[in-house]
């Protein structure tokens, strides 16, 4: 038992003096770029690319005539709707249907109910905040959101997956 114990206790002993020495032998981090910057960059340039790929695809497939915006949210207006656009602090009440671009259906008012937001209070996709304030009491519109207006890379963790590109189909309601 005694020998067990020791040899126990010297490989301890080795491991954490190859360890200590390891570190004091790496060489040293140097200040200014992290490493993987640029390739984090390029990385994130590319998924920009193909999703801007995977938008343009869907909209010829559906024949839809969207214009994309300086953000990267692609949008028609169908129904143009009444009055002034809606701005900071105004209260939007819609219906909508948020689906990924195969079609899988996320989130509806028919299943929960008008949407009740307060613009620039309210907590919302990037996106669905640009895309609201272009339109106009009764209003209908499409919007469709790359997943840097939307969920980013981890989606809402329930219904909409990883890095998805979101479709709004949006009829804007009457304030009550």
Request: aromatic share 10%.
């Amino acid at each position: 038992m005694h020998y067990e114990s020791m040899t126990c206790r010297i490989l301890f002993l080795g491991t954490l003096l190859l360890a200590v020495h390891a570190c004091r032998n790496s060489p040293e981090i140097k200040t200014g770029t992290p490493p993987g910057k640029s390739e984090m960059e390029d990385l994130n340039i590319y998924f920009v690319r193909k999703d801007k790929e995977r938008i343009q695809n869907y909209i010829e497939r559906r024949n839809l005539q969207m214009f994309e915006s300086p953000t990267g949210l692609w949008f028609q207006i169908i129904k143009g709707g009444e009055g002034p656009a809606f701005g900071e602090d105004d209260k939007v009440i819609f219906n909508y249907e948020c689906s990924l671009l195969d079609g899988t259906k996320c989130y509806s008012s028919e299943d929960l109910g008008p949407k009740e937001i307060i613009l620039g209070r309210s907590e919302m996709e990037a996106g669905l905040n640009e895309g609201l304030r272009m339109l106009r009491p009764g209003a209908e519109a499409i919007f469709i959101m790359p997943p840097y207006l939307a969920h980013g890379f981890l989606g809402d963790r329930k219904k909409i997956p990883s890095r998805a590109v979101l479709v709004y189909h949006i009829n804007i309601l009457p304030s009550r």
